[in-house]
C-alpha cells in the first residue's frame, strides 16, 4: 500500500519561501494524479495544486507563488512555495491516486500526514 511522508514545513516570514517535499514507499508515483491540500485553523481542507500527467492546476490564492513538480523516479512530489502569507499558514498535506475532480480531497485515495506551515513574523 502506498505510503505518503510530507516534510519541509517550518515557520517562515511574511515573503520568504519553503520547499515541501512529498515522499512515496511501498509503491510509486508514476503517472498518479497528484496533489497539496492545506487545512487553515478553523478551516476545512482546500486544494492547493494538482498535478496530472504534465498538467498542473492552483487555486486561486496561490497561483503565481506556488509551483507544484513531481520527480517520479525519485518517487516524490514538491510545492515550491513563494512569496508567503500568513493566510498559508496551515498544515499542508500531499495526496496521490487521485481520480475525477482533482481539487476534491474525497478523489484521492492516499495521503500523508501533513507538515505545518506557519507564516508569521
Known amino acids: 500500500q502506498l505510503q505518503l511522508v510530507a516534510s519541509g514545513g517550518g515557520l517562515v516570514q511574511p515573503g520568504g519561501s519553503l520547499r515541501l517535499s512529498c515522499v512515496a514507499s511501498a509503491g510509486t508515483l508514476d503517472h498518479t494524479p497528484v496533489g497539496w491540500f492545506r487545512r487553515a485553523p478553523g478551516e476545512q481542507r482546500e486544494a492547493v495544486s494538482c498535478i496530472s500527467d504534465s498538467t498542473t492546476r492552483y487555486a486561486e490564492p496561490v497561483k503565481g507563488r506556488f509551483a507544484i513538480s513531481r520527480d517520479d523516479a525519485e518517487k516524490k512530489l514538491y510545492l515550491q512555495m513563494n512569496s508567503l502569507k500568513p493566510e498559508d499558514t496551515a498544515v499542508y498535506y500531499c495526496?496521490?491516486?487521485?481520480?475525477?475532480?482533482?481539487?476534491?480531497?474525497?478523489?484521492?485515495?492516499?495521503w500523508g500526514h501533513g507538515t505545518q506551515v506557519t507564516v508569521s513574523s
Open positions: 495526496a496521490a491516486r487521485g481520480t475525477g475532480e482533482l481539487f476534491k480531497a474525497s478523489e484521492y485515495r492516499y
